[in-house]
């Protein structure tokens, strides 16, 4: 069965601690993951994806296939990171589906 | 300009109505979504439109019916709605099924069933 798995709902950190949240999939085929980010009053909206390794806003994140996770990591974290994050599988090349995690807020304390 | 655009933001109605939520996009996108989130904020698609053409149709009420009258437009119609439907529901859109890992959402509308 494809699916995307958040185990945390709720993270909490101060500011300038490391950050990872966590996201495990299950998926037969080649996996792409994504991060989505929803900050306060804004829209739901593309973070990073696996296949272009790089660094948005200081976040990064690893397939790691052995593992099935796709965690999110930053070393530092800012208060302005505090926002709902969404662990995304492309389920199909064909149709394009994507399948959400159940979403991890993150909260970043002064 | 807004990207996604979705009306109403808000709908609060009574169980058995039926109900309508419009979607548009200024993107020139040729794919569009509609999602679910559940009360505990889990995003599920529910339908896809590529140009018009239905796509992605997941396990969902035959009370829910999309409808694309043109690619910039996917509206979702609800019959007889129940208590189970309150939610918020996203429509979104992608510059086609290839780049659908960059979606763009609009602001969502919350369906309240009384």
């Known amino acids: 069965a494809q699916r995307v798995t958040q185990p945390e709902k709720l993270l909490s950190v101060f500011k300038g601690a490391p950050v990872e949240l966590k996201c495990n999939y299950s998926?037969?085929?080649?996996?792409?993951l994504f991060w989505y980010v929803q900050y306060s009053r804004q829209r739901l909206q593309l973070l990073l994806r696996?296949?272009s390794r790089e660094s948005i806003k200081g976040f990064t994140a690893d397939l790691n296939k052995g593992e099935t996770s796709f965690h999110l990591k930053k070393p530092f974290a800012q208060e302005e990171d505090s926002a709902m994050y969404y662990c995304?599988?492309?389920?199909?090349?064909?149709?394009?589906?994507?399948?959400f995690g159940q979403g991890t807020t993150l909260q970043v304390k002064p | 300009d807004t990207a996604v655009s979705q009306t109403p933001k808000y709908l609060v109605t009574q169980m058995g109505n039926d109900k309508s939520i419009k979607c548009e996009q200024n993107?020139?996108?040729?794919?569009m979504y509609w999602y679910k989130q559940d009360s505990k904020k889990f995003l599920k698609i529910m339908f896809s439109?590529?140009?018009?053409?239905?796509?992605i149709n997941e396990t969902v009420p035959n009370r829910f019916s999309p409808k694309s009258p043109d690619k910039a437009h996917l509206n979702l119609h609800i019959n007889s709605l129940e208590l189970g439907d309150s939610a918020v529901y996203f429509c979104?859109?992608?510059?086609?099924?290839?780049?659908?890992?960059?979606?763009?959402f609009g602001p969502g509308t919350r369906l309240t069933v009384t």
């Open positions: 979104a859109s992608s510059q086609d099924q290839v780049r659908s890992y960059e979606q763009y």
């Open positions: 995304a599988l492309k389920a199909s090349s064909n149709t394009g589906k994507l399948i």
């Open positions: 993107l020139g996108h040729d794919t």
């Open positions: 998926y037969s085929g080649s996996p792409e």
């Open positions: 439109y590529n140009n018009k053409e239905l796509i």
């Open positions: 696996h296949i």
